[in-house]
């Protein structure tokens, strides 16, 4: 029997469209829309397949993600009903849609948490210059000793996503991630990039949110786990409620060690499957742990190929 990984992604991979192959071909994708809107007061069809501005605002951005991936979650588990989880691991948001898909959180009772945790995000950051940037080429060593080094000059700085070997996500006070662009190319950075984001995830800017996100996840998870979910903060499994509320708490304002999580778990499952939008952690996949084989469900033709593979 494998052992399988399902992996959820962050934002990032969200797209105009995503999920609309769900949508047109499945009454359940169709009702999971219209119940998830209904929870939030907002028609999910005109935000995620239709261009405006919403789906890149993060109050709505995570709700979509979560709901699609869940969606796509759904679909495969009443597919292959006999497949098992051996654990559930998402990068940042994608971490809420792990905990749903374990069985700890209702989707809709998660798409309002994670709405709400998007707005609590952007109200932290809404009076300041917030951003992130991706720092490509250098050594994760390297990155956190120029963070250091920033912090002791007071600078706002901190290591925010690990993704893979040579490449790093820092995140902190626009002004002061700007100044530092030549810091890290001077050390050997290929690229220094500012993300188009409003918001700075997984760093200490965010430590007013902790407290009302923590209330509400005391409201709406549980501890009904079908399989443990690896948290972003220490990579070990967790399966309880007061786990998952303390480490999504710390989530927030500590960064996101995906990286070491796919090289914690490699070694324990055979395969990961990846639900919703797009390929981005089936392509970290392949370069933080080659041997571990990632397989996608972001349609009805990618579900019906991972069944032919994974059910048969």
């Not at 029997?1 to 991979?13: C, H, R, V």
């Not at 070990?236 to 786990?243: D, G, L, M, R, V």
Request: with cysteine; charged share 25%.
């Amino acid at each position: 029997m494998s052992k399988i990984a399902m992996i959820f992604a962050g934002q990032g991979s969200q797209a105009v469209g995503m999920g609309k192959d769900f949508y047109e071909n499945s009454k359940l994708a169709r009702e999971m829309f219209e119940k998830a809107g209904d929870r939030i007061g907002v028609d999910f069809k005109e935000i995620i397949f239709e261009e405006n501005e919403k789906l890149g605002q993060t109050a709505y951005t995570q709700p979509a993600i979560l709901l699609v991936q869940i969606i796509a979650y759904k679909l495969f588990r009443a597919e292959c009903p006999d497949i098992k989880p051996a654990l559930f691991l998402g990068h940042s948001l994608g971490e809420f849609s792990a905990l749903c898909a374990a069985g700890a959180i209702d989707y809709v009772d998660a798409v309002e948490l994670v709405h709400k945790r998007g707005a609590l995000m952007q109200e932290a950051c809404d009076t300041i210059e917030a951003g992130m940037m991706a720092i490509v080429g250098l050594d994760d060593a390297t990155v956190e000793k120029i963070c250091a080094d920033a912090q002791a000059e007071g600078k706002k700085v901190w290591p925010a996503n690990y993704n893979q070997d040579g490449q790093l996500v820092v995140a902190g006070m626009k002004s002061d991630l700007v100044s530092l662009e030549q810091t890290f190319k001077d050390a050997g950075a290929k690229r220094a990039l500012l993300l188009n984001m409003s918001v700075a995830s997984h760093c200490d800017i965010l430590a007013p949110a902790q407290e009302p996100l923590a209330e509400l996840m005391e409201q709406y998870i549980t501890d009904n786990f079908e399989a443990p979910v690896i948290s972003n903060v220490t990579t070990k499994p967790y399966s309880t409620k007061a786990e998952a509320v303390e480490l999504l708490k710390e989530q927030l304002v500590k960064p996101v060690k995906y990286k070491q999580s796919i090289q914690a778990i490699a070694p324990e499952v055979t395969m990961a499957i990846e639900f919703g939008n797009g390929v981005v952690l089936k392509g970290l996949n392949r370069r933080i742990a080659k041997e571990l084989k990632t397989l996608n469900i972001s349609d009805m033709a990618s579900l019906e190929k991972v069944k032919e593979e994974v059910c048969s």
